[in-house]
């Protein structure tokens, strides 16, 4: 079993805002992803990382940005919140040796005023 | 990306109901399939998972689902269900990369 940590876990801001959502996962896991959930909808891919300084723009088109500077470590950051990206964002990681079981947090559900 | 469907949006039952739950994905070759369910407050957790063999697989909590790849399609199981199977479920696949394609979920009610 597998700790992923998310802070905050609830968000409110106000438009124009600078935020980051932090994840982190203290079992050297290489592989990490962000994704976006609306209600009674799929989680959508926005980010991925597969290792230190790999960072990729996944299915759905977002205005935010990522960094992997340190293994455990995958921030993201929306430079200027709007009301459009209120949502649930939830962070995952793979463990090295299992293929694609991705091991989720507990989600930051921002929302933008 | 993979398409993944899931055709009901909202299942409710009662206590001791058997539970089926579909789900249909569009790529036609080598696919990893998963069912995560997500229990109210909690985060997501793998509920069983398909990679090769045996296409019936068994999960966590007495819920098994079958792989039917001519069918496309990896449907969920359990044969009776408890009050504490309320939760939303997602079927997830994987093709020839570390990507997921989620489906919109199901959520199941189980009434006492």
């Known amino acids: 079993e597998a700790d992923i940590y998310q802070t905050p876990r609830y968000l409110v801001i106000g438009t124009g805002k600078k935020i980051t959502l932090e994840c982190s996962q203290t079992m050297g896991h290489d592989k990490m992803y962000w994704y976006q959930q609306d209600p009674g909808m799929e989680l959508h891919l926005i980010h991925y990382s597969y290792g230190v300084n790999s960072t990729e723009k996944g299915d759905l088109s977002s205005e935010s940005t990522v960094s992997r500077i340190r293994t455990e470590h995958f921030p993201l950051t929306l430079e200027s919140a709007r009301p459009s990206h209120t949502s649930q964002y939830l962070c995952?990681?793979?463990?090295?040796?299992?293929?694609?079981?991705?091991?989720f947090g507990p989600g930051t559900r921002l929302t933008v005023l | 990306a993979q398409s993944v469907s899931q055709h009901n949006h909202h299942v409710i039952l009662s206590e001791a109901a058997s539970l089926e739950l579909g789900c249909n994905y569009s790529y036609g070759g080598t696919v990893n399939l998963f069912w995560y369910v997500q229990y109210p407050g909690q985060h997501l957790q793998l509920l069983l998972k398909?990679?090769?063999?045996?296409?019936l697989v068994k999960g966590i909590k007495g819920f098994e689902a079958e792989f039917i790849k001519s069918k496309f399609s990896f449907n969920l199981r359990k044969p009776s269900v408890q009050w504490s199977d309320t939760a939303e479920y997602f079927c997830?696949?994987?093709?020839?990369?570390?990507?997921?394609?989620f489906g919109a979920g199901t959520t199941v009610t189980v009434r006492a």
């Open positions: 997830a696949v994987n093709s020839n990369d570390y990507k997921l394609s």
């Open positions: 398909y990679f090769s063999g045996d296409p």
């Open positions: 995952a990681s793979v463990p090295t040796g299992y293929y694609n079981e991705q091991f």
